[in-house]
């Protein structure tokens, strides 16, 4: 298993979770972060004007997903959040451990699905 952790402009979080949840893939975490990239802020625009410094309101996606499905996963993500600009956003991806589903025991896998 691995967690796909996104950090993308918050305009595009709709069309990522239609696009996953197509992609059979629903399950997610989201958090709203602030942050900044190697821009440091300065060459985004905040509200009509540049400003140094400032972190970005961004929100983070988390999805844990199958080996099998991280391309795909990966793939919905780009086709959703890429306008080729910088301050698109970017992905890490983790090796999960396990997962267990509390309510039944379900493991790995079958807990994710
Ligand atoms: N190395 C990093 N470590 C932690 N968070 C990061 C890192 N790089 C980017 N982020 C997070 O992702 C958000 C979006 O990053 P951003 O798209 O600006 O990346 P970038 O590396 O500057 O690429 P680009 O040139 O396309 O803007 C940042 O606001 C920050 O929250
Ligand atoms: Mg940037």
Not at 11 to 30: D, F, N, R, Y
Not at 44 to 64: A, D, F, N, Q
Not at 65 to 71: F, H, Q, R, T
Not at 104 to 112: D, K, L, V
Request: glycine share 8%; with cysteine; net charge neutral.
């Amino acid at each position: 298993m691995k967690r796909v952790e996104a950090i993308v402009k918050p305009s595009k979080l709709e069309a990522i979770q239609k696009g996953l949840t197509l992609a059979e893939m629903p399950c997610m975490t989201v958090i709203p972060v602030k942050g900044a990239g190697m821009q440091k802020g300065y060459s985004e625009i905040y509200r009509g004007t540049e400003k140094p410094m400032i972190l970005m309101s961004k929100v983070m996606i988390i999805c844990v997903v199958s080996d099998e499905n991280l391309e795909k996963c990966i793939d919905v993500i780009l086709e959703n959040a890429s306008e080729g600009n910088v301050g698109d956003g970017k992905i890490f991806v983790y090796e999960v451990y396990d997962a267990v589903r509390i309510r039944n025991g379900e493991r790995g896998n079958a807990a994710i699905r």
